[in-house]
């Protein structure tokens, strides 16, 4: 079975790796870094890779498999250009963090025999490019799968059988809307908070001197690819905010407890919180 891989950045690298030793799939990617493409030539990582610039339409009407790993707002562009070279049957899936950017639009445009999988794989890393992509980030992490009326079922089953081969231990599947409204809160908010705890202290040569588990883990994040995750914001941008809302009255309650000198509310507090985490 052939799998092209549109996008050959950290994720689409991390497909790559997580795929390549399961020996049934030949391997191909198209990406606009002739430089990556070398390299994942040479390492072994792909049997061939396509830079945009040349004649993709072979790699796509030979592919069986489409996975596409690039920004959301490329998305659209990428079926709308190459519609004409995909051959009946394909399978097209993503690997994109808001699907209300592009999905309807997809949906419209998308050749009649050819099957989009909406998926997202919840598990990623700070860098961007092929050099920090790894086949480790998908161990036991979940998987999304966001399905649309016209999906054929066996196709779903690849998806999902797909997401398993590559080392995700759960894979679950939601609504289009219903996905967006979650990840605003599992994905978007944290990234939220972690920019700005970071960049709310004048940091400085103390500040790395004195910093423990609880900073590290919670600033993890903060190191962010900002042109994508402010597409990522921006899409998605009705949930994330009432998401922010929803925590700022948390954060209110908080305040309002130290100002009162209120032990008992903010053991309350951390008491449905320790209780709330227990349950995840």
């Not at 990617?29 to 430089?35: N, V």
């Not at 994330?240 to 407890?257: Q, S």
Request: aromatic fraction near 8%; glycine fraction near 6%; include cysteine.
């Amino acid at each position: 079975m052939n799998i092209t891989i549109v996008g050959l950045g950290v994720i689409g690298g991390s497909y790559a790796l997580a795929l390549k030793p399961l020996k049934k799939y030949r391997l191909f990617a198209i990406d606009k870094d002739e430089d990556t493409l070398r390299k994942a030539e040479k390492l072994g990582i792909i049997e061939k890779g396509y830079s945009l610039e040349d004649n993709v339409e072979e790699v796509i009407k030979n592919s069986d498999i489409i996975i596409i790993s690039i920004y959301p707002s490329l998305v659209k562009s990428f079926i709308e250009n190459n519609k004409a070279y995909f051959a009946k049957g394909t399978v097209i899936t993503d690997a994109t963090g808001v699907k209300g950017l592009f999905a309807q639009e997809i949906i419209k445009i998308l050749p009649d025999g050819v099957d989009f999988i909406f998926a997202h794989p919840m598990a990623g890393r700070e860098k961007k490019g092929l050099d920090y992509a790894s086949a480790e980030v998908f161990k036991g992490a979940n998987f999304i799968i966001t399905p649309i009326d016209n999906n054929a079922i066996s196709n779903l089953k690849l998806i999902e059988n797909l997401a398993y081969e590559m080392g995700f231990s759960n894979v679950k599947y939601l609504g289009l809307k219903e996905h967006d409204n979650i990840i605003a809160y599992t994905s978007q908010l944290p990234h939220v908070l972690a920019v700005s705890l970071i960049n709310s202290e004048a940091l400085n040569e103390d500040t790395g001197k004195c910093i423990g588990d609880s900073y590290r883990d919670l600033t993890r994040i903060a190191n962010i690819n900002a042109e994508l995750w402010s597409e990522l914001f921006l899409g998605n941008k009705e949930n994330l905010l009432k998401n922010i809302y929803a925590f700022e009255h948390e954060m209110k309650t908080i305040k309002e407890a130290l100002i009162r000198d209120d032990k008992a509310s903010l053991e309350e507090i951390f008491k449905k919180s320790t209780s709330r985490r227990e349950k995840l």
